[in-house]
Nanobody, 117 residues
Framework: QLQLMESGGGLVQPGGSLRLSCLAS????????MQWFRQAPGKQRELVAG???????DYADSVKGRFTISRDNAKNTVFLEMNNMKPEDTAVYYC???????????WGPGTQVTVSS
Protein backbone atom coordinates (compact mmCIF):
# COMPACT_ATOMS: atom_id res chain seq x y z
CA GLN A 1 0.00 0.00 0.00
CA LEU A 2 1.49 3.30 -1.08
CA GLN A 3 1.78 5.81 1.73
CA LEU A 4 2.71 9.47 1.49
CA MET A 5 4.08 11.78 4.16
CA GLU A 6 4.32 15.52 3.60
CA SER A 7 6.56 17.86 5.58
CA GLY A 8 8.07 21.33 5.52
CA GLY A 9 5.04 23.50 6.09
CA GLY A 10 4.93 26.43 8.47
CA LEU A 11 4.24 30.11 8.90
CA VAL A 12 5.86 32.48 6.43
CA GLN A 13 5.47 36.18 5.70
CA PRO A 14 4.19 37.39 2.32
CA GLY A 15 7.04 37.35 -0.14
CA GLY A 16 8.79 34.57 1.73
CA SER A 17 9.70 31.03 0.74
CA LEU A 18 9.14 27.47 1.88
CA ARG A 19 10.20 24.08 0.59
CA LEU A 20 7.85 21.17 1.01
CA SER A 21 8.89 17.53 0.84
CA CYS A 22 6.89 14.37 0.36
CA LEU A 23 8.24 10.90 0.98
CA ALA A 24 6.47 8.01 -0.70
CA SER A 25 6.77 4.57 0.82
CA UNK A 26 6.02 1.82 -1.64
CA UNK A 27 6.72 1.28 -5.30
CA UNK A 28 7.11 4.45 -7.34
CA UNK A 29 7.91 4.20 -11.03
CA UNK A 30 9.58 6.78 -13.24
CA UNK A 31 6.43 6.92 -15.37
CA UNK A 32 4.32 7.94 -12.39
CA UNK A 33 3.27 11.55 -12.09
CA MET A 34 4.04 13.10 -8.74
CA GLN A 35 1.57 15.82 -7.83
CA TRP A 36 1.02 18.49 -5.21
CA PHE A 37 -2.51 19.52 -4.22
CA ARG A 38 -3.69 22.07 -1.73
CA GLN A 39 -6.91 22.79 0.11
CA ALA A 40 -7.67 26.16 1.62
CA PRO A 41 -10.33 26.60 4.31
CA GLY A 42 -13.80 26.47 2.79
CA LYS A 43 -12.47 25.65 -0.67
CA GLN A 44 -12.15 22.56 -2.80
CA ARG A 45 -8.87 20.77 -3.09
CA GLU A 46 -6.95 21.93 -6.15
CA LEU A 47 -4.04 20.59 -8.17
CA VAL A 48 -1.02 22.85 -7.81
CA ALA A 49 1.76 21.10 -9.71
CA GLY A 50 2.64 17.80 -11.34
CA UNK A 51 5.82 16.22 -12.66
CA UNK A 52 6.49 13.12 -14.71
CA UNK A 53 10.10 12.13 -15.25
CA UNK A 54 11.27 13.26 -18.66
CA UNK A 55 8.41 15.70 -19.20
CA UNK A 56 7.95 19.37 -18.44
CA UNK A 57 6.19 20.12 -15.17
CA ASP A 58 2.63 21.43 -15.05
CA TYR A 59 1.51 24.23 -12.76
CA ALA A 60 -1.73 25.90 -11.83
CA ASP A 61 -1.88 29.41 -13.25
CA SER A 62 -1.99 30.83 -9.74
CA VAL A 63 1.50 29.50 -8.91
CA LYS A 64 3.32 29.69 -12.26
CA GLY A 65 6.61 31.50 -11.95
CA ARG A 66 6.60 31.19 -8.16
CA PHE A 67 6.49 27.45 -7.41
CA THR A 68 8.85 24.75 -8.65
CA ILE A 69 8.21 21.03 -8.42
CA SER A 70 11.06 18.54 -8.49
CA ARG A 71 11.59 14.89 -7.61
CA ASP A 72 14.31 12.51 -6.53
CA ASN A 73 13.31 9.11 -7.86
CA ALA A 74 16.09 7.34 -6.01
CA LYS A 75 14.64 8.59 -2.73
CA ASN A 76 10.95 8.38 -3.70
CA THR A 77 10.65 12.04 -2.79
CA VAL A 78 8.95 14.98 -4.43
CA PHE A 79 9.57 18.60 -3.50
CA LEU A 80 7.71 21.86 -3.92
CA GLU A 81 9.76 25.02 -3.75
CA MET A 82 7.49 27.99 -3.07
CA ASN A 83 8.76 31.54 -3.54
CA ASN A 84 7.21 34.99 -3.40
CA MET A 85 4.41 33.52 -1.39
CA LYS A 86 1.04 35.20 -1.02
CA PRO A 87 -1.69 34.98 1.62
CA GLU A 88 -3.83 33.09 -0.86
CA ASP A 89 -1.26 30.28 -0.82
CA THR A 90 -2.41 29.48 2.70
CA ALA A 91 -3.68 25.91 2.66
CA VAL A 92 -2.96 22.34 3.63
CA TYR A 93 -0.66 20.86 1.00
CA TYR A 94 -0.81 17.22 -0.03
CA CYS A 95 1.14 15.08 -2.44
CA UNK A 96 -0.22 12.22 -4.51
CA UNK A 97 0.95 9.76 -7.13
CA UNK A 98 -0.90 9.46 -10.40
CA UNK A 99 -0.42 6.32 -12.46
CA UNK A 100 -1.96 6.14 -15.92
CA UNK A 101 -4.19 9.03 -14.93
CA UNK A 102 -5.45 7.43 -11.74
CA UNK A 103 -4.49 8.50 -8.23
CA UNK A 104 -2.93 5.62 -6.33
CA UNK A 105 -2.65 5.23 -2.59
CA UNK A 106 -4.51 7.49 -0.22
CA TRP A 107 -4.33 11.05 1.04
CA GLY A 108 -1.64 11.67 3.63
CA PRO A 109 -1.98 14.03 6.58
CA GLY A 110 -0.79 17.01 4.54
CA THR A 111 1.32 19.88 5.78
CA GLN A 112 -0.10 23.25 6.80
CA VAL A 113 1.23 26.35 5.07
CA THR A 114 0.23 29.75 6.38
CA VAL A 115 1.24 32.99 4.71
CA SER A 116 0.62 35.93 6.97
CA SER A 117 2.32 39.00 8.34
Amino acid sequence: QLQLMESGGGLVQPGGSLRLSCLASGNIFSGDTMQWFRQAPGKQRELVAGLTTGLSPDYADSVKGRFTISRDNAKNTVFLEMNNMKPEDTAVYYCRVSRLGILVGSWGPGTQVTVSS
